[in-house]
Nanobody, 116 residues
Framework: VQLQASGGGLVQAGGSLRLSCAAS????????MGWYRQAPGKERELVAT???????NYADFVQDRFTISKDNAKLMVYLQMNNLKPEDTAVYYC???????????WGQGTLVTVSS
């Protein structure tokens, strides 16, 4: 499984970014895809997850600002982030885990910087 995240960058507070994650060597049919983030000096934390037949799951801090989506045919996962705040600054990672496995795969991360 390979995951390639992109779409990060520098944005002002209140702005928007759309992160993309391209997957290969796997399937989305029985897997959970997710976005996590890690801010400097902090642990990696869940942002959102999505899977077939299940409602998306969001961290409390998202507060209806982010939307996770996926395209099963293209093996793409997206994270639309609106109303960004400086505290959203972090490296964002996409993840993939088959339901039949405890192993979670990670992409390389994409940096999101929100200026005040």
């Amino acid at each position: 499984v390979q995951l390639q995240a992109s779409g990060g960058g520098l944005v002002q507070a209140g702005g928007s970014l759309r992160l993309s994650c391209a997957a290969s060597g796997t399937t989305f049919s029985m897997a959970t895809m997710g976005w996590y983030r890690q801010a400097p000096g902090k642990e990696r934390e869940l942002v959102a997850t999505i899977a077939n037949g299940r409602s998306p799951n969001y961290a409390d801090f998202v507060q209806d600002r982010f939307t996770i989506s996926k395209d099963n045919a293209k093996l793409m996962v997206y994270l639309q982030m609106n109303n960004l705040k400086p505290e959203d600054t972090a490296v964002y990672y996409c993840s993939h885990r088959l339901w039949s496995s405890a192993r979670k795969y990670w992409g390389q991360g994409t940096l999101v910087t929100v200026s005040s």
